[in-house]
Nanobody, 125 residues
Framework: QAQLVESGGGLVQPGGSLRLSCTAS????????IGWLRQAPGKEREGISC????????FYTDSVKGRFTISRDSAKSTVYLQMNSLKPEDTGVYYC??????????????????WGQGTQVTVSS
């Protein structure tokens, strides 16, 4: 069945970097847009980035723009989230999810139909 699996989370110091991976199986990754969402402690899950199907247009929330980069490797059926200059407020569980389109509001979490299990990112000294 269609499935997404995240990996790459961990503990990193402020200012450090991590690269998250989202590997798809059971469906053709190129036919879909993929979003990255996160849930900070005590907060609702919120989208932070999305990459569109077709032209691979990318979208970011203001909170991560200029620090995070989303990309797609079709040959590996994987979408990446490169996270640089990490801050303590980036701490949370990071999820990737599937949709046909990237919402005009990247923060929206309701347009995704399949989700990964999540990977924990902790930014702390």
């Amino acid at each position: 069945q269609a499935q997404l699996v995240e990996s790459g989370g961990g503990l990193v110091q402020p200012g450090g970097s991590l690269r998250l991976s989202c590997t798809a199986s059971g469906f053709t990754l190129d036919y879909y847009s993929i979003g990255w969402l996160r849930q900070a402690p005590g907060k609702e899950r919120e989208g932070i980035s999305c990459i569109s199907r077709g032209d691979d247009s990318t979208f970011y929330t203001d909170s991560v723009k200029g620090r995070f980069t989303i990309s797609r490797d079709s040959a590996k059926s994987t979408v990446y989230l490169q996270m640089n200059s990490l801050k303590p407020e980036d701490t949370g569980v990071y999820y990737c999810a599937r949709s046909y389109y990237c919402s005009g509001d990247v923060r929206k979490a309701s347009n995704y139909d399949i989700w990964g299990q999540g990977t924990q990112v902790t930014v702390s000294s």
